[in-house]
């Protein structure tokens, strides 16, 4: 791998895990409510579900879906029925107290959310396209597709710590239920761009 294209993995991969999406805005809240420890299974979790797509990917799974297009759109509305449900759960709690589980999402979760997460899709298709060759060695393949998951960890991470900054201010009743609203809305706004891609 040469440092030119090291250099490319390292910010596609950070600016891509740092912008905003449903992904982090799950780990933001679930850092406010729950803090960044329970947040590490959800952000596990994305680097998992990650994998496995490079991987489908790579069998051609891109194929299948340019070649069905519909397949691809009803991945992209279920996942924002997801997103609207989580959503749902998200701002119906008040407090720490009435958060718990239906709000929570560990490990497992994530994993299968990333396969019904539109920008997920996305993000891994332009990188499979952008930085993987048919040519490649599969050492450097291997390389590049770690280098590009190791640096998009600490992204998701960065926003769950920003949740657990807020905890604080969040144990008034009222600025929590506040705030779940708003991190409601704002999931449900984070899937309206990638709706409108085709």
């Known amino acids: 791998m040469t440092f030119g294209l090291l250099a490319s993995v390292l910010v596609f991969g950070f600016v891509t895990s740092i912008t905003p999406g449903p992904n982090n805005t799950f780990l933001f809240t679930s850092g406010a409510n729950f803090g960044v420890r329970r947040s590490l299974p959800y952000a596990n979790g994305i680097i998992a579900g990650l994998t496995i797509m490079m991987v489908a990917i790579g069998a051609g799974l891109g194929v299948i879906f340019a070649a069905a297009p519909l397949i691809y759109q009803s991945l992209k509305w279920a996942g924002f029925a997801y997103v609207v449900y989580m959503a749902y759960q998200i701002a119906r709690s008040t407090s720490k107290s ?6 929570y999402i560990g490990f497992a979760r994530s994993v299968a959310f990333q396969f019904i997460n539109p920008k997920a899709w996305i993000i891994m298709s332009a990188f499979m396209a952008t930085f993987i060759h048919l040519d490649d060695p599969l050492l450097i393949t291997i390389t590049t597709c770690a280098v590009f998951l190791v640096v998009t960890w600490p992204g998701g991470v960065i926003w769950a710590a920003g949740g657990q900054v807020l905890s604080k201010w969040l144990s008034n009743p009222r600025r929590r239920r506040a705030f779940n609203i708003t991190a409601a ?11 409108a891609i085709h």
Do not use: I
């Not at 009435?98 to 709000?103: I, K, L, N, Q, T």
């Not at 809305?185 to 709706?195: D, F, G, I």
């Open 185 to 195: 809305v704002l999931l449900v706004a984070s899937m309206v761009p990638v709706l």
């Open 98 to 103: 009435e958060s718990g589980e239906p709000r």
